[in-house]
């Protein structure tokens, strides 16, 4: 689709896989975007699920498939976002852009480093497709606010970053965890792939490129496959250091704010529950909250739309997305090697910020609503 229209049509888009992501993260920043998309087919093998989707969303069950191969034959599917278990990510979005499709697929791309390779190519064979994987929190309203924080020297000069992660991770009805092939999962490092890809994001968005990687890994949860905890020394392209801990265990934990740590040579800053704090040397603290924001999807599907439509660069590209997953795969292989390793790197430049298209601020026209409470 070109962007010389003022008023182009909303994209026509299908939905490949109808489960809990798409119920629980997708669903909800779609519906407030209906200038922009317009469903027009799904696909699910489990028709119960296909069925759940149509009460919720108000889709058709015409426009129901059982088979993602039949929604991919449609002319009238512009692009297609592929919300299924990661080992399905790469093949399945080939066949949508095999089809002519443009694609918003869900994280990581690719679950060892030759799905992560394989997912990379794809950029080059199709050079006239979208691809976004949906890494919500590089879109972030709270993380961008950070971001452009940082960039204006709020802290002084990063020299270290202090992160720890802990969650209780068994099975529960209704959860992300309940999904079978999360318990024994197809794919390297279990949680710390599918949520640690989330951190890195975080990570490289507000400390820049991972340059080098010391790793340890422990088992210690009997519900879900791969290591339950993962502890990296980071050394940052820019010479800050950090140390990031996550554990993700089977018995239930004490309070834990979860809270990220950014120290520079002036101020200090921390990131917790979507609050964005810096720690001035006097004692006061500068404070901003963020409310109404959704995590980042309705931001993801505006940079996607404006990506087809318009031709606008996107943040949450396939490299952007392997570039997070190869800092998890070298704290693995590290721990398993037993010595410090370089991470790979295949995108240049960091992590850009992203903006509303057309916007001169980092909020203009979005949902969020951001507020300084200094304490």
């Known amino acids: 689709m070109g962007g010389t229209t003022t008023a182009p049509r909303p994209l026509r888009l299908g939905i490949i896989g109808t489960g809990l992501a798409v ?17 027009v087919a799904f696909a699910n093998h489990a028709r119960p699920k296909a069925e759940a989707f149509a009460a919720y969303s108000g889709a058709s069950l015409d426009a129901f498939h059982r088979d993602y191969r039949d ?9 297609v976002l592929v919300s299924l278990p990661i080992a399905l990510n ?3 979005t080939r066949a949508c852009l095999e089809a002519g499709k443009h694609v918003i697929c869900e994280k990581p791309a690719g679950g060892n480093r030759e799905q992560a390779a394989d997912f990379l190519a794809l950029a ?15 879109y972030r309203d709270d993380l961008r606010l950070a971001r452009s924080l940082l960039d204006d020297g709020a802290i002084g000069r990063l020299h270290l970053l202090s992160w720890r992660v802990a969650s209780h991770l068994i099975p529960r009805e209704g959860t992300f965890s ?24 975080q990570i490289r968005l507000l400390c820049g490129d991972v340059q ?13 496959g791969g290591p339950s905890d993962l502890a990296m020394t980071l050394r940052f392209a820019g010479e800050a250091i950090g140390s990031y801990a996550a554990v993700y265990a089977d018995i239930p934990l004490p309070p834990d704010e979860n809270a990220m740590r950014l120290y520079g040579d002036q101020a200090v800053m921390t990131l917790v529950n979507r609050d964005v704090r810096v720690h001035r040397p006097d004692g006061t603290v500068e404070a901003w909250t963020a409310a109404g924001g959704d ?17 606008a660069p996107l943040v949450g590209t396939i490299a952007q997305s392997v570039q997070n997953g190869l800092v998890i795969f070298a704290g693995l292989d590290s721990a398993e090697g037993l010595r410090v390793l370089e991470v790979e ?31």
């Open 178 to 201: 309940s999904t079978p092939w999360r318990w024994q999962p197809q794919y390297r490092g279990g949680p710390h792939l599918d949520a640690g890809v989330h951190h890195v994001a």
């Open 345 to 375: 790197r295949v995108v240049p430049g960091g992590v850009p910020l992203w903006r509303p298209r057309g916007a001169s601020g980092l909020f203009d026209g979005l949902p969020v609503k951001v507020e300084r409470v200094d304490e």
């Open 23 to 39: 119920e629980k993260l997708h669903w909800p920043a779609l519906r407030q975007l209906t200038d922009r998309y317009t469903i």
């Open 212 to 224: 080098r990687v010391h790793g340890e890994t422990q088992y210690a949860n009997a519900t879900h």
């Open 124 to 138: 080059e064979q199709f050079p006239d497709r979208r691809v976004l994987v949906a890494e919500n929190w590089f």
């Open 90 to 92: 790469e093949p399945v």
């Open 71 to 79: 929604l991919l034959r449609r002319d009238d599917v512009d692009a």
């Open 295 to 311: 995590g980042g999807y309705y931001n993801e599907f505006l940079d996607f739309y404006d990506a087809v439509v318009h031709d």
